[in-house]
T-cell receptor
């Protein structure tokens, strides 16, 4: 049963700490997305990769967020330093032009 | 600027009461319009992709249609398990690549 796997599922951290979220895309998918979902803003695209190369990260605050794909089986999203306004659910998705499959998300709370 | 507006924000139906959800969009050069279903605490689940006006796709009790300005998700004889938030999203050619803009969603409640 192919699925996108995200870890951790929940993260509570103090303001100023570094947060790393990980994603294992579905094997064979060459496009990986990072989204953030909040009640106020809904789903927002932060960044996406194709064949591990970053294509667009214009949705990310550049000074504190970074996204990478060290290899085809791992995508990471880092926040350093974290702030309370970063509290949200972060989703990773993988797929193609036709459809995207989402992970279960990482619920981040910054206190 | 690409934009997606979904209505209504919430919809309450009795089991078996058919209805439609609306997705109005503004995009330069539609590459694709997507419908997703999202259950509480879970990631969105892909339902359909529509590419051009006049296109229709069906899956069980759901049918998605597309015009040049909007898309409808028709739900026929819904069941309580159809309760979820339904999200509409678009990709436009002016943004390039796979940048996808999501609407705020319609929360559907189906009562037995």
């Amino acid at each position: 049963d192919a699925r996108v796997t995200q870890t951790p599922r929940h993260k509570v951290t103090e303001m100023g700490q570094e947060v790393t979220m990980r994603c294992q895309p579905i094997l064979g998918h060459n496009t990986v997305f990072w989204y953030r979902q909040t009640m106020m803003q809904g789903l927002e695209l932060l960044a996406y990769f194709r064949n591990r190369a970053p294509l667009d990260d214009s949705g990310m605050p550049k000074d504190r967020f970074s996204a990478e794909m060290p290899d085809a089986t791992l995508a990471t999203l880092k926040i350093q330093p974290s702030e309370p306004r970063d509290s949200a659910v972060y989703f990773c998705a993988s797929g193609s032009e036709i459809e995207a499959f989402f992970g279960q998300g990482t619920r981040l709370t910054v206190v | 600027e690409d934009q997606v507006t979904q209505s209504p924000e919430a919809l309450r139906l009795q089991e078996g009461e058919s209805s439609s959800l609306n997705c109005s969009y503004t995009v330069s050069g539609l590459r694709g319009l997507f419908w997703y279903r999202q259950d509480p605490g879970k990631g969105p689940e892909f339902l359909f992709t529509l590419y051009s006006a006049g296109e229709e796709k069906e899956k069980e009790r759901l049918k998605a249609t597309l015009t040049k300005k909007e898309s409808f998700l028709h739900i026929t004889a819904p069941k309580p398990e159809d309760s979820a938030t339904y999200l509409c999203a678009v990709q436009g050619s002016n943004t390039g690549g796979f940048k996808t803009i999501f609407g705020a969603g319609t929360r559907l409640f189906v009562k037995a």
